[in-house]
């Protein structure tokens, strides 16, 4: 399998700073990952990262989000021909089964999710620490040698 770096499900999926070749073979299994349904945003601000994900229809209940391995998953398994019991006939609002997965770096944290009129939001922060953010170096003047 070739790997293609400008394809868009690989760059848009993953997150932050991580070793790259420890998540490609993640990235490349699977076919799953490119599906375009459920549609999605991803948003960034500073270090702030947010995931909307359309999902009308569904509940709290009819959705797992997980987060394992760097690896944030968000999963519905539908129940065909069912809602809240009754049983449909015809069946326009699509609400079938999904599997969105994320790549996470190792230094992003998931800060929660919520779920309001139809749209998941998960939010995730980028936190870097102290030992890799940019420092000043300071140039020292040369020392002069002795006796001159």
């Given at each position: 399998?070739?790997?293609?770096?400008?394809?868009?499900?690989?760059?848009?999926?993953?997150?932050?700073?991580?070793?790259?070749?420890?998540?490609?073979?993640?990235?490349?299994?699977?076919?799953?990952?490119?599906?375009?349904?459920?549609?999605y945003n991803?948003?960034?601000?500073?270090?702030?990262?947010?995931?909307?994900?359309?999902?009308?229809?569904?509940?709290?209940?009819?959705?797992?989000?997980?987060?394992?391995?760097?690896?944030?998953?968000?999963?519905?398994?539908?129940?065909?021909?069912?809602?809240?019991?009754?049983?449909?006939?015809?069946q326009g609002?699509?609400?079938?089964?999904?599997?969105?997965?994320?790549?996470?770096?190792?230094?992003?944290?998931?800060?929660?999710?919520?779920?309001?009129?139809?749209?998941?939001?998960?939010?995730?922060?980028?936190?870097?620490?102290?030992?890799?953010?940019?420092?000043?170096?300071?140039?020292?003047?040369?020392?002069?040698?002795?006796g001159n």
């Open positions: 399998m070739v790997l293609n770096f400008t394809d868009p499900v690989f760059t848009s999926r993953v997150f932050g700073f991580e070793n790259l070749f420890d998540r490609l073979q993640r990235i490349s299994e699977g076919s799953d990952r490119s599906s375009s349904y459920p549609p991803i948003r960034r601000n500073d270090n702030r990262i947010s995931i909307e994900v359309a999902v009308a229809g569904l509940s709290k209940k009819d959705l797992a989000i997980e987060l394992a391995d760097g690896v944030l998953t968000i999963d519905h398994s539908s129940q065909p021909n069912q809602v809240n019991g009754n049983e449909v006939i015809y609002i699509a609400q079938r089964s999904f599997k969105l997965q994320f790549t996470v770096a190792e230094h992003v944290e998931v800060l929660g999710a919520e779920l309001i009129n139809g749209m998941l939001t998960i939010e995730l922060e980028k936190i870097v620490p102290e030992e890799k953010k940019p420092r000043t170096i300071e140039i020292k003047a040369p020392k002069k040698l002795l």
